[in-house]
């Protein structure tokens, strides 16, 4: 009987059009319960990092290269979407003290204050100056909030805030029924192309050796999968705003990868983004929807300018529904889509309770990776430019489908040593978990070391 790992990337690859032959080259041993949870976390996190894997292989036999076997285990997939990471041995403080869930007057919000901006602009909202509030000021002040009324009034400022749901309640709204009735991602044509030339490949080159991603993303997922096309051998390059926030976490998600600035608010900025859309395969962002369409570089505009390209979007609750528009983070998805409510309720006190890992930007940062992939194997096969979505909400639908693991809850955090590695990097003594997929004959590998923003020049 297939495991939910197996079925799971079965799916995946039907609904990318990939030859079904390639599986056989595939092993996934392990299962949950890894981490203390009642979900399949583990096999979310094995079965899109395998899938992402084996499909950029795949791509690897369509340039040459026979086919070689792709293993994952569950426990090391879990501790890589643990996120965890140290830099000279501390490890960073992953939740501003503001951010977290909230009583309410009848229920919970989880607010997300990572960013300056959100934290101060959730403040406000309160009645509170942020220069001096503190979280007990915030505390009493949520206690007046219904909490439907909190999340909407924060989705019309633009912050990041949402109510507690349980399924139930997630199911009857329109944006639940508008993921339900969408597959795990899509991946599209959007126009005509002739294949993009690739260089052909000898037996001891990566499978993504050649190909060329532009990495427009910064939380969380979206960096996770540029990290993805690096270590199978893409030459993949961050693109920051010299404006923009960053989180601690980029010098994890930064190993692999070239780092450049470039201001999009400009005009030279968006002359020197096209010159490296000239020579890219791929185009990755995870910006608002629309944000980039502003400043010309939607996928229609982007398939007009380099035929063949493979664009992908990330969204926190896809392109369809009322809240195609809102913006969201993995702590705050698992909220609102009812599963911190679900597992408080497997754990037997009905205390809210998140998920061991951000499983979501975890995962969602892996079906990119595979969405690439499989686009570029599409785009070799039969020509075209490539449109992939994914979204934090279609990646939690897709991990409920999954079903839950009875007991996982009593599962021990496992120890990650055997899964860390050290490397220097721009941001000091980096310790992070090393990759997970086992690629038989030319191992994931990260060549380049994490640098800051703005270490490379904007150039391939």
Not at 207 to 222: F, M, W
Not at 296 to 310: C, D, E, W
Request: hydrophobic content about 40%; proline content about 7%.
């Amino acid at each position: 009987m297939p495991t939910p790992s197996q079925e799971s990337v079965a799916s995946l690859w039907q609904l990318a059009g990939l030859p079904r032959q390639a599986l056989e080259w595939l092993d996934l041993p392990g299962a949950d319960p890894v981490f203390p949870s009642s979900f399949a976390v583990a096999a979310a996190g094995q079965s899109a990092i395998a899938a992402a894997a084996l499909a950029a292989c795949e791509l690897g036999h369509a340039r040459g290269t026979a086919r070689q076997r792709v293993s994952v285990p569950a426990e090391h997939a879990a501790a890589e979407c643990s996120g965890w990471f140290a830099l000279d041995g501390t490890t960073p403080e992953t939740w501003d003290a503001f951010s977290g869930l909230y009583r309410c007057a009848d229920g919970h919000v989880r607010v997300h204050a990572n960013f300056r901006h959100h934290r101060d602009g959730a403040l406000r909202l309160l009645g509170l100056p942020p220069e001096t509030a503190t979280r007990e000021d915030a505390e009493r002040a949520m206690a007046g909030w219904r909490a439907i009324d909190f999340e909407t009034a924060a989705a019309e400022r633009g912050l990041v805030a949402t109510a507690l749901r349980t399924f139930a309640q997630w199911d009857a709204t329109p944006q639940g029924q508008a993921i339900a009735a969408q597959p795990p991602m899509a991946i599209e044509r959007i126009g005509d192309a002739p294949p993009l030339p690739l260089p052909a490949l000898d037996g001891s080159q990566r499978p993504l050796s050649g190909v060329r991603a532009l990495d427009l993303t910064r939380v969380l997922a979206g960096p996770v999968a540029g990290r993805a096309l690096a270590g199978l051998g893409a030459d993949a390059m961050l693109v920051n705003g010299p404006h923009l926030p960053n989180i601690d976490a980029i010098a994890d998600t930064s190993r692999g990868k070239r780092s450049t600035l470039i201001d999009l608010r400009t005009a030279d900025g968006q002359d020197t983004l096209c010159r490296l859309v000239d020579g890219a395969h791929v185009f990755s962002q995870g910006y608002r929807p629309g944000g980039l369409a502003a400043r010309g570089f939607s996928p229609k505009a982007l398939a007009q300018r380099r035929p063949g390209i493979v664009c992908v979007s990330l969204t926190a609750y896809g392109r369809q529904g009322p809240w195609a528009h809102r913006r969201g983070f993995d702590s705050l998805v698992q909220t609102a889509m009812g599963f911190n409510h679900a597992e408080g309720e497997a754990a037997g006190n009905g205390t809210p309770r998140a998920l061991p890992m951000q499983i979501l930007d975890q995962a969602s940062g892996w079906l990119m990776a595979f969405g690439a992939a499989a686009a570029l194997w599409r785009q070799q096969h039969e020509g075209g430019s490539w449109h992939v979505q994914v979204s934090l909400a279609q990646t939690g639908h897709w991990l409920r489908g999954m079903g839950r693991v009875a007991g996982g809850l009593q599962a021990t955090r496992p120890s990650l040593a055997p899964f860390v590695e050290r490397s220097a990097s721009g941001f000091g003594q980096l310790d992070a978990v090393r990759p997970s997929a086992r690629l038989e004959r030319t191992p994931v590998r990260y060549d380049r070391r994490s640098e800051p923003p703005g270490s490379a020049p904007a150039s391939w």
